[in-house]
Structures are given as C-alpha cells and as structure tokens.
C-alpha cells in the first residue's frame, strides 16, 4: 500500500500530496514529526530502526519519528505512531518546528518541516519488530558524547534534532 506525505511550503502550509518515496527521492518538503521520550531519571529513550527499512536501516534515533497523513495533524500523527511504532502511547508535548534537508542512503532526501515532541515513559517499551531493532534509555550527556565520536551509528535527522531538544530542555 503506497504512503502519501503532506507537501507544505517554508510555513507548514499544506500544498499537496506525493507518494512518500517519490518525495524522498526528489527532496520535496513535507510535513514531518519526532518523538522525544525521556524515563523519570532523564534519560533518552532511543531505538535502533530495522535493518531492512527503507534507508538508515540498523541506525540508532529517536523514540519515533514519521509523518502526518493527508487530513491527520501532526499530534494525532505522533499518538498513532508511537503505538503503532514502539507499542505504547503517552502524554506528549508540543516542544518547537524546524526545518532541515539531509541526504540519506539509497539516493534519498529528507527535507521536512519537523513538530518536536517531548513525552516521558518509564517502561520497556513492547516495540514492533518490523519498525525496530532494539532500544535503551541512556543518558543525554553519554549519548551525545558518542554521537560525537560515532556520527555513523545514528541518523542524520537524529544529530541535527537533539540538539536542539537539548537546548530547548535546558531553556525550559
């Protein structure tokens, strides 16, 4: 069954429709989310994708990212794919938008206008084996110290997002 992201111009305002990978290839910009989990000790719940996904297969990331479906918000969006991602769903908050343009494997593009969500589970998370390979809580300094010496390991939207989750925690 073929997905479909939202087009949206520089101000997350919706121009369209295109087939997910289609919009990969070409490097369109489309409507995005990221879901940012921490435990009660403040860590960061991060996931390693699936080997077989369909680009940055066996990278470590957030706890879910995706995208809206057409006449979805990006709220509903990030509720229904948390579950359907890592198998639980919890209170999430609105943290902040950016937008970013990456090249990935496989000759793809992520260019996305991105809502930052920030929620906090405490639990193994009964994750779905076709979406992700492993998980673990670490802490926010140790994991940004090994992205710093081991970009390779984690994806691009990755690098470029917690940073700015950092920052907007510590603003907060």
Same mark, same amino acid.
């Given at each position: 069954?073929?997905?479909?992201?939202?087009?949206?111009?520089?101000?997350?305002?919706?121009?369209?429709?295109?087939?997910?990978?289609?919009?990969?290839?070409?490097?369109?910009?489309?409507?995005?989310?990221?879901?940012?989990?921490?435990?009660?000790?403040?860590?960061?719940?991060?996931?390693?994708?699936?080997?077989?996904?369909?680009?940055?297969?066996?990278?470590?990331?957030?706890?879910?990212?995706?995208?809206?479906?057409?006449?979805?918000?990006? #709220?509903?969006?990030?509720?229904?794919?948390?579950?359907?991602?890592?198998? %639980?769903?919890?209170?999430? &908050? =609105?943290?902040? +938008? !950016?937008?970013?343009?990456?090249?990935?494997?496989?000759?793809?593009?992520?260019?996305?206008?991105?809502?930052?969500?920030?929620?906090?589970?405490?639990?193994?998370?009964?994750?779905?084996?076709?979406?992700?390979?492993?998980?673990?809580?670490?802490?926010?300094?140790?994991?940004? #110290?090994?992205?710093?010496?081991?970009?390779?390991?984690?994806?691009?939207? %990755?690098?470029?997002?917690? &940073? =700015?989750?950092? +920052? !907007?925690?510590?603003?907060?």
């Amino acid at each position: 069954m073929a997905e479909y992201v939202v087009l949206v111009n520089e101000n997350d305002e919706p121009l369209g429709t295109m087939e997910k990978m289609e919009a990969h290839e070409k490097g369109l910009l489309h409507r995005a989310f990221s879901i940012f989990i921490f435990n009660a000790q403040g860590e960061m719940l991060i996931h390693q994708r699936a080997k077989h996904k369909y680009h940055s297969g066996g990278l470590w990331t957030n706890a879910c990212c995706s995208h809206p479906r057409e006449n979805e918000n990006p #709220v509903q969006a990030a509720h229904r794919r948390l579950m359907e991602e890592m198998g %639980f769903d919890c209170e999430l &908050k =609105k943290a902040f +938008e !950016f937008t970013y343009k990456s090249k990935l494997d496989n000759e793809l593009t992520e260019h996305e206008y991105d809502h930052v969500f920030l929620g906090e589970y405490g639990s193994e998370p009964p994750f779905n084996t076709d979406e992700v390979a492993d998980y673990k809580y670490i802490a926010v300094d140790e994991l940004l #110290v090994n992205i710093n010496e081991n970009p390779e390991l984690y994806t691009e939207w %990755f690098k470029i997002a917690i &940073k =700015k989750v950092v +920052e !907007f925690k510590n603003n907060s």
